[in-house]
């Protein structure tokens, strides 16, 4: 099936449309435009700096695209800070897990939307809310930490990477961008976190896996995006092409074909 | 351990009247170092809090000294402390503002604002201390809350109508300088530990990057956090210009290093990130009971800052060893 069959009679979550970045005379994301859509596993794939990072920093509200649009569910979206972003259920699991390694999982979780209560003109953090829901979130995805109280830095990486996923998860996250998700981690745990992308999308939320491990992009994707110099210069269905191409139109080597006149 | 060696050390060292007036004279620096921690904890570092002080204690006494010709004396020590606060919470922002949104390091701007605040200190007082002539005043800085005697029971005045023998029965307890940094030490330490503000600290003071990815304002948190810790030293200058009647502008010299000092002493990581209200309170005694103790051994007062030097060094040191141990 080619790219157009499959995404016909799909709606995307996400479309972005000419979007552009530089930093300074560098240019990192030159006029892109790709859809994500709903219920699928995206392969976001490309050699070091393709412009991959940028490209979903921009998606995550992280950084501001310097010129280009943003669609989500349809509505033309402008996000000022990673919160928007959030709020319309777009989380990142980033590289280095963004986690505080000073506070303990169930803080981590929460950051930055913390429930409180009132106690006079205090508004006090409510740790044993905090601590059920943690609890709750984290054995639904069959995740055990024998203490939330223990500080993230005394966990391993696996774990770390499960307090990202479940943090994104208890937040609702409709769009869920993994960036180089299996980097960091030994071979099971690495198993277990595509495992996790796939229950994802069965869940009907969309992943945008960032990688340039094809073994794990071939393993989980529906769907690959090839980046090279900041352009997009391929989009295939997984079925429709293979390892030797896709890192050909990584490295340049085979011929850049845009995805309109593609089979 | 201290308290026991002080005790049978030097005589006098337990007696209620010297204890409290550890606390009394501890409570300035008490004040500075609860601000202070605020700072260490999101991993920067505020060297203005003494020359700050000072330049408040001299504000506060040059408006109240001007004004006291001209006003009743309850208005102007309220104009003078408003005048002296809000020249405290503008350096702090000055502070905070190049710090996180110019990104220059709070050593360099924290320590170029001591300097700042130390010329303007001595410029307006002339670098002499400014007295304040206003009556009763004193009263503020050095009174107690309670007074206990065996006639009249527990007051919140001295009482009045008394004898020699009966006065001499009478207990004065919690100095007003204690009570009210006893208050702050309540106030920091629910903030620090249970609010959002406390929390962000923690976080910015763990990693910048995932605070801000968790969608917290790093900037304005942190700008915030020096005028938290400005708020406190301008306490502390308030408080030292009711206590001695005066402004100086070098009052709090010794005072920047100490409440960095009591905050590490206290368990805080320089790097950010650890750090409580509770430890720097058991930090600030540390150092007033060993200036105290020396002290009233009738050790040469230099030796004190020997003293207190050695104990940051050891105090670090048992720190790094634990956290190498735990590894």
């Known amino acids: 099936m080619s790219v157009e069959a499959v995404v016909k009679d799909r709606q995307p979550i996400m479309q972005v449309k000419d979007l552009y970045k530089h930093f300074g005379g560098l240019v990192a994301v030159d006029r892109l435009s790709m859809d994500i859509y709903h219920g699928e596993v995206l392969g976001l794939v490309g050699d070091n700096g393709a412009g991959k990072s940028t490209l979903i920093k921009m998606v995550a509200g992280v950084h501001r695209p310097d010129g280009g649009s943003m669609c989500f569910d349809g509505r033309e979206v402008a996000f000022r800070n990673p919160l928007d972003a959030r709020h319309l259920g777009i989380e990142t699991i980033h590289q280095d897990l963004a986690l505080c390694e000073n506070l303990d999982a169930a803080v981590n979780i929460f950051l930055g939307r913390e429930p409180v209560r009132r106690l006079g003109i205090f508004r006090l953090i409510d740790r044993a809310q905090m601590n059920t829901e943690s609890r709750t979130v984290l054995d639904q995805l069959a995740i055990y930490l024998p203490n939330l109280d223990c500080p993230v830095r005394d966990l391993s990486g696996g774990q770390r990477q499960a307090v990202a996923i479940a943090r994104a998860i208890y937040w609702k996250a409709r769009l869920m961008i993994m960036d180089e998700p299996t980097a960091a981690l030994g071979v099971a745990e690495q198993r277990k976190v595509l495992e996790l992308a796939r229950t994802l999308r069965d869940r009907d939320v969309s992943v945008v896996i960032v990688s340039h491990n094809m073994q794990d992009v071939f393993a989980v994707a529906d769907r690959i995006v090839v980046m090279r110099r900041g352009r997009k210069v391929g989009e295939r269905m997984v079925e429709d092409t293979n390892v030797d191409e896709v890192v050909g139109l990584m490295v340049g080597t085979s011929p850049a074909v845009d995805t309109e006149k593609s089979k | 351990m201290l308290l026991v060696f002080f005790s049978l050390a030097g005589s006098g060292f337990c007696s209620l009247f010297n204890l409290q007036s550890i606390g009394a004279n501890a409570a300035i620096l008490l004040i500075i170092a609860l601000g202070q921690t605020f700072v260490i904890v999101s991993g920067g570092i505020d060297l203005s809090t003494g020359y700050l002080l000072g330049l408040v204690s001299v504000v506060a006494a040059s408006v109240m000294t001007v004004l006291a010709a001209t006003l009743p004396a309850p208005i102007c020590v309220m104009i003078g402390m408003s005048v002296g606060l809000l020249a405290g919470l503008v350096a702090g922002w000055i502070n905070g503002t190049i710090i996180a949104r110019l990104h220059v390091p709070p050593f360099i701007v924290t320590l170029g604002m001591q300097g700042v605040l130390r010329g303007i200190g001595f410029v307006l007082s002339g670098g002499m201390p400014v007295p304040i002539f206003i009556k009763n005043l004193g009263i503020l800085g050095n009174g107690y809350l309670l007074y206990y005697s065996p006639i009249t029971g527990m007051t919140f005045f001295r009482p009045s109508v008394m004898g020699g023998p009966q006065l001499r029965q009478t207990v004065a307890l919690l100095p007003h300088p204690l009570t009210l940094a006893l208050l702050l030490v309540l106030i920091c330490n629910l903030v620090l530990s249970r609010t959002r503000f406390g929390l962000y600290t923690y ?125």
Do not use: C, P
């Not at chain 2, 917290?216 to 915030?224: G, Q």
């Not at chain 2, 650890?274 to 309170?281: W, Y």
């Open chain 2, 203 to 327: 976080a910015i003071g763990g990693s910048k990057e995932a605070a801000s990815r968790a969608g917290i304002a790093v900037a304005s948190h942190t700008t915030r956090i020096y005028v938290v810790s400005a708020l406190m030293a301008s306490i502390a200058g308030l408080l030292y210009a009711v206590r001695f009647t005066n402004g100086t502008a070098n009052a709090g010299e010794a005072l920047t290093l100490d409440s960095v000092a009591a905050v590490v002493i206290g368990g805080a990581s320089l790097f950010g990130g650890e750090g409580t209200i509770v430890g720097t309170l058991i930090g600030t005694l540390t150092i007033s009971v060993i200036t105290n103790g020396l002290v009233i051994m009738g050790v040469n007062a230099f030796w004190q800052y020997v003293a207190v030097g050695t104990v940051i060094i050891m105090a670090v040191l048992a720190d790094q060893t634990k956290s190498r141990l735990v590894k």
